[in-house]
């Protein structure tokens, strides 16, 4: 067959679907949002019916995929490191339910926080929930390890983790396919209590995960995924996870690496095989993306000298890994690099010109001068630029729905008024409980929805938020002549303030709706339809 | 055969279909390739690059190593020099004149070039002009691409093929349009080598 150029997350869904899913499940969210868009404008996945509209948050994604596992069909769900925290509750415990169909949790890493908060490390969650991971070495194997996931998956009747970082998510390759694995028919678990998590219920299951941990084990001794490379200078081992092989290979590019090398592409750990590399080698290099997660399992809490990596300054503690870092811990000589010259000024990312969000900054930063600064707990979305000159409109980001729970939280302790800055898409991921907390308080906070009717800053993914936020917020009990709709512009200026101004002073929640169309949706014609349709502009 | 190439420039310039026109011909001539992209935050006017890499057998890292680059293809100046610890010794830097300025601290512009035409072997076109002469004034990214055809090792009946492929969906116009974007670009670079 011939070769297709994809993206890392491009294969993992042309795995995906070639390998017999029959839903794909996810929020946005950097850099794992390519898998569902694939899916979504995918020929073949249109044709098989296979499921691609997106989930509220990563939790109802990850529930729902869980749900499709039930009925016996093959599902994944896709997300970024930080949405698993928010998936967090389903995810850990679909390892004690165990799955029926398939079931494949990908998540995507950002190291070096290229677009995140934090650069945490997913793997520790596999470990966590003692399940199976998958950590490709390139798209090739990403593309495989997606087919072949829900394979292993349904061996061990555990949902399988399969772990990418940023660099091979959004790097392309061409890309080998294999044939088309048909999708599972429907069927019901063969215990209808499997997924019943009674503590009775549950402690059987446990441990029959535990039990099942040596199983996984043998499973990764033998995994096409995993591989030892013999070598003839034994004064260092190297093992090498995911990713970081290929900058172990790029510094050998005639493949004349004189060490042993154990290529790690399954967890858990092969033991054997790191038995084998301790038995033969005098020194052992964790080359890994992301946090020690394997070195410190090897070190152990003794230190033990022998192993070099991220925790004794071999290797730098964070961030991302590339060749020169690698080289540098395989004793690799390198000439000095060029630096970058001092003309060159940093150019961050900027809320686009004609953004609604800026004129929304622009009134709040007068409204909030008068009741004094510090007090504006915003959340994550294009908004939270307005944390950067010009506007430093905003104090806090923290998670997704943080703006009002963090907003309600200061006002209960005396910071009043408060305000909270969320955008419509980041409301309806995990906001609205929260505005159901301020709510059942009374609590005096203004929370600005800064409506552009798209998740923008993931590259403006549909938005559940749609038509549907005023009655959100009256459902949930906001005072309806305290919800204001607004369009943020110029010319409206000085209404914005005094609107602000005003529900600002008032004792209880208010709910001020900033509402303008993202400029760069101006060219979705799906978009506009929709608008039209609810009467939006 | 192997070649590493950087693109550079701001979200939005459209240095990923540079980067697509070339990693096209490069697989039509069943090249092996890896190509690292920007998605995400920086894509909202921030500096942008892709990391091309293309050779007859296979490729490991997704990414450059420092001094190693064979090029840097950059539609904006500033942004060229921002790679400049990836240029190899006997590099070529190839970049459009005109300076994208989106920030407040924006260096001065004859400064700017005169840094860039300090590096040994450079290429400085005004792409965003040549592009308006031929009322091609979005084709400025493929201008550049035909700026630095000559260092990439492919042949440029290859390059044109790419461009075909690439902008067939949206007309024989817009083809035609870029063939000529291309080929202007390769001229102008040629009177500076
Ligand atoms: C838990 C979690 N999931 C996903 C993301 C990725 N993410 C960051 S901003 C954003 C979009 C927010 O959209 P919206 O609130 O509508 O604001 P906009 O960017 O449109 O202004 C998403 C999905 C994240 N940071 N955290």
């Given amino acids: 067959m011939q070769k297709i150029l994809l993206l890392g997350a491009e294969a993992i869904a042309q795995g995906a679907i070639d390998g017999g899913m029959s839903g794909v499940y996810a929020y946005p969210g950097t850099p794992s949002t390519e898998i569902t868009e694939y899916v979504q404008r995918d020929k073949l996945a249109n044709e098989l019916s296979i499921h691609s509209e997106w989930s509220s948050n990563e939790k109802t994604a990850m529930e729902a995929a869980l749900g499709m596992s039930y009925a016996g069909k093959r599902a994944m769900v896709c997300m970024k490191h930080v949405g698993l925290n928010v998936a967090a509750d389903a995810f850990v415990n679909s390892a004690i339910t165990g799955v029926n169909g398939g079931l494949i949790v990908t998540v995507a890493d950002d190291p070096s926080m290229h677009s995140s908060q934090n650069e945490q490390d997913s793997r ?136 042993p090398v154990l290529k790690i592409g399954q967890y858990p750990l092969p033991r054997k095989l790191v038995e084998k590399m301790f038995g033969e080698c005098e020194e052992v290099l964790v080359l890994e993306e992301g946090a020690p997660v394997v070195e410190e399992m090897l070190k152990g809490y003794l230190q033990r000298e022998k192993v070099k990596g991220r925790l004794d300054g071999t290797l730098p503690r964070d961030g991302e890994l590339n060749p020169n870092l690698v080289a540098s811990a395989l004793g690799f000589e390198q000439d000095e690099a060029e630096k970058i010259p001092e003309i060159v000024s940093p150019r961050p990312p900027a809320m686009c010109v004609g953004c609604g969000h800026i004129d929304a900054y ?131 200026h000085d209404d914005m303030v005094r609107v602000l101004k005003e529900e600002m002073a008032y004792k209880g929640v208010s709910v001020v709706i900033p509402r303008r169309q993202c400029v760069q949706t101006v060219k979705n014609k799906t978009l506009a339809a929709k608008l039209k349709e609810l009467n939006l502009k | 055969m192997k070649i590493d190439i950087i693109l550079a420039g701001v979200g939005g310039q459209g240095i990923l279909t540079i980067a697509a026109t070339i990693g096209t011909a490069a697989l039509q001539n069943n090249l092996f390739l890896k190509q690292s992209e920007v998605h995400g935050m920086s894509q909202r006017g921030g500096d942008v ?25 950059a539609v904006e100046p500033m942004e060229s020099l921002r790679y400049l610890p ?72 290859d390059l044109e093929a790419a461009i075909r492929t690439i902008f067939e969906r949206k007309g024989e116009k817009i083809v035609e349009t870029n063939l000529k974007a291309l080929k202007i670009g390769k001229e102008a670079a040629e009177k500076q080598i």
């Fill in chain 1, 124 to 259: 520790f969650y596999g470990k966590f929930a003692m399940i199976p991971i998958l950590e490709p070495s390139n798209q090739q194997e990403a593309y495989e390890m997606a087919r072949k996931g829900f394979e292993l998956s349904e061996k061990f009747k555990v949902p399988v983790l399969l772990r990418i970082t940023t660099r091979l998510s959004h790097s392309r390759m061409g890309i080998t396919r294999l044939d088309v694995i048909k999708q599972n028919e429907n069927s019901l678990p063969g215990d209808p209590r499997q997924f019943v998590l009674l503590p009775s219920i549950a402690r059987n299951r446990y441990k029959g995960l535990l039990n099942n941990q040596i199983n996984f084990e043998i499973d990764s001794e033998n995994s096409g995924f995993n591989n030892y490379t013999e070598g003839t200078n034994k004064k260092l081992g190297i093992i090498a996870c995911g990713l970081a092989l290929n900058y172990l290979n790029e510094n050998y590019p005639n493949s004349d690496i004189p060490y």
């Fill in chain 2, 86 to 157: 990836f240029l190899s010794k006997d590099g070529w830097l190839v970049t459009n004149s005109t300076p994208f300025v989106n920030i407040n601290n924006y260096p001065d512009k004859d400064k700017l070039i005169k840094k860039v035409k300090a590096v040994k072997n450079n290429i400085v076109i005004d792409a965003d002009t040549m592009a308006k002469e031929i009322k091609a004034a979005r084709s400025s990214n493929i201008v550049m691409l035909g700026a630095a055809s000559s260092f990439l090792d492919l042949k440029y009946e």
């Fill in chain 1, 362 to 492: 622009v009134a709040l930063n007068e409204a909030v001068g008068t009741f004094g600064k510090g007090r504006v707990f915003a959340d994550i979305g294009c908004y939270t630029l307005g944390a950067l000159e010009p506007y430093n409109a905003i104090n806090s980001c923290v998670d997704m729905g943080a703006s009002i729970t963090m907003a309600k939280g200061a006002a209960d302790a005396g910071l009043i008024p408060a305000v909270a800055v969320i955008g419509d898409s980041t409301f309806t991921h995990s906001g609205m409980t929260g505005l159901l907390d301020a709510v059942a308080e009374n609590s005096p906070i203004t929370v600005l929805i800064s409506d552009n009717f798209t998740t923008g800053m993931t590259g403006q993914q549909d938005s559940k938020a749609l038509g549907k936020i005023e009655d959100i917020c009256k459902g949930i009990g906001v005072a309806p002549d305290h919800i204001i709709v607004m369009n943020p512009t110029r010319k409206n």
């Fill in chain 2, 49 to 73: 690059q892709a990391n091309l890499r293309i050779s007859d057998k296979p490729i490991a890292s997704d990414l450059i190593a420092k001094g190693k680059a064979d090029v840097i293809i």
